[in-house]
């Protein structure tokens, strides 16, 4: 197995980039988790101006500008405050992890309770959490984002009202429209003081910690799959291992704003039909839609080898039912959890674990390419 990999526990922001391989990676959170096609348009150009024009869609629905040198990265920001797309300042975009169901309605209580949490959390007296810890205001019917990275979630029961979800716990506790945002932000304050060295709410109900006995709503239970296809918001596309280029941006959004998701997929908005646009995928059975690479090398310098070539390369071997995570090295930004399928590149090859994750001991060592297609 590869070298332990360096865990910096925080992610990039716009205010607080990171360096990678290719050069700065500048994360922007779209508030609300949209897009105006302006906004997008806009976005596009300083990708192209200021980075090397590529751009990540992020798992928790954050579009990553690549390639950004350190010289022009004031520039940049500056362009990113004429479109209103950067926080005041850097402890407040930290704290701004914010996923919106993407199947909110204009008015509706998602679409209201993202701006009031936002507020919440630029606030002086905001608590001051860790690096990836994150929120999910996910008040549709039925839930969508059980699968995606938060730590306090805003869903509905059975029954159509509002509860607030500790992640990591079964059940929820009743909120309104009125107290959720505080109700929220004092679940996140109670884990700051209830948590040892934890940085994340599953983990520290792991190790010790327990909610109070007013938690006791059992929750629903995802079932919807994201898939490329019409939906009640617009049109959702997907992105190749959630990579973009800002010409395949700036081509879709002249069909409308965007709304980001965190499966690698984006909505069209008010759209039923797109014309093929290069770099976007429209066809639910794609082999790409079941498989998962990290960035690799020579994009991340903890990376052991490439990761998207192979993943490509494997894509068509992989069975309807199944999912194959490659990543570049134990860490799994891309997929943390469990896979039917996961390769990590190491200094000698490829390393397969069968339903498991890139940190458990692997099946098969020292793989090739052409040995990890037999294998599969």
Request: hydrophobic share 40%; glycine share 10%; net charge neutral.
């Amino acid at each position: 197995m590869s070298a332990k990999p360096q865990i910096k526990g925080w992610c990039p922001g716009a205010l607080r980039p990171m360096l990678s391989g290719d050069g700065w990676v500048v994360r922007v959170r779209p508030y609300g988790g949209r897009l105006t096609a302006a906004q997008a348009e806009g976005l596009a150009t300083l990708a192209a101006a200021h980075g090397n024009g590529m751009l990540d869609l992020s798992s928790r629905g954050n579009l990553q500008i690549r390639g950004v040198k350190e010289a022009t990265h004031a520039t940049l920001i500056a362009g990113l405050r004429a479109l209103s797309l950067v926080d005041a300042d850097a402890n407040i975009e930290g704290r701004r992890n914010i996923l919106v169901t993407p199947f909110w309605r204009v008015g509706d209580e998602a679409e209201v309770l993202a701006a009031q949490l936002t507020e919440a959390l630029a606030a002086s007296d905001a608590p001051a959490l860790p690096g990836k810890f994150g929120f999910a205001i996910d008040t549709g019917t039925q839930p969508v984002l059980q699968q995606a990275s938060a730590d306090v979630r805003v869903e509905r029961d059975a029954q159509g009202r509002m509860i607030l979800v500790a992640d990591g716990f079964e059940f929820g506790k009743h909120v309104t429209p009125e107290t959720a945002i505080n109700e929220a932000i004092a679940l996140a304050s109670w884990f700051m003081k209830a948590r040892n060295a934890e940085t994340r709410m599953a983990q520290a109900f792991q190790n010790h910690a327990k909610l109070p006995s007013d938690f006791a709503v059992p929750r629903q239970r995802q079932s919807y799959v994201p898939k490329p296809g019409q939906t009640q918001s617009g049109n959702l596309v997907a992105l190749a291992f959630g990579q973009t280029t800002s010409e395949t941006l700036a081509s879709l959004v002249k069909y409308g704003s965007l709304r980001m998701t965190p499966w690698r997929m984006m909505i069209v908005e008010d759209t039923r039909h797109i014309p093929q646009v290069d770099g976007i995928i429209t066809d639910p059975d794609d082999p790409l839609l079941r498989v998962v690479a990290c960035t690799g090398a020579p994009g991340c310098t903890q990376a052991r080898g490439s990761t998207r070539d192979i993943a490509a390369l494997l894509a068509p071997h992989v069975a309807l039912d199944q999912m194959l995570h490659v990543s570049g090295c134990t860490k799994g930004c891309a997929h943390p959890g469990s896979a039917p399928l996961t390769i990590v590149a190491t200094k000698s090859g490829y390393d397969l674990i069968r339903n498991g994750s890139t940190g458990d001991a692997p099946d098969q060592i020292n793989l090739t390419p052409d040995t990890l297609i037999k294998a599969t």
